[in-house]
Nanobody
Framework: QVQLVESGGGVVQPGGSLRLSCAAS????????VGWYRQAPGKQRELVAT???????TYANAVKGRFTISRDNAKNTVYLQMNSLKLGDTAVYCC???????????WGQGTQVTVSS
């Protein structure tokens, strides 16, 4: 019922910024949490940031102070603002949404972020 579409990826120089969007469509009633994940070639997928009902957010240590997750309920969109990007941030970034505690998440298809000098 719910579909997620990521956008905003691209190529950026070290120190630059990008804003990723995760737009939800379809039959939306409630969403307990939304998370941003990333996976680089040869590495395992890691959780980058989450936003939970009520507005509480969490971040991986590697991105604290540089990334910000936010939500625009009117647009059914969650954003990931990425500042001070590093080479190690290069990855495919995917969002997911959990509608209920214990339910499997719904995944988007991902957007490529490349940080290169």
């Amino acid at each position: 019922q719910v579909q997620l579409v990521e956008s905003g990826g691209g190529v950026v120089q070290p120190g630059g910024s990008l804003r990723l969007s995760c737009a939800a469509s379809g039959s939306i009633f409630t969403i307990y949490a939304v998370g941003w994940y990333r996976q680089a070639p040869g590495k395992q997928r890691e959780l980058v940031a989450t936003i939970i009902s009520g507005g509480r957010t969490t971040y991986a240590n590697a991105v604290k102070g540089r990334f910000t997750i936010s939500r625009d309920n009117a647009k059914n969109t969650v954003y990931l603002q990425m500042n001070s990007l590093k080479l190690g941030d290069t990855a495919v970034y995917c969002c997911n949404a959990v509608q209920r505690v214990g339910a499997p998440p719904i995944w988007g298809q991902g957007t490529q972020v490349t940080v290169s000098s």
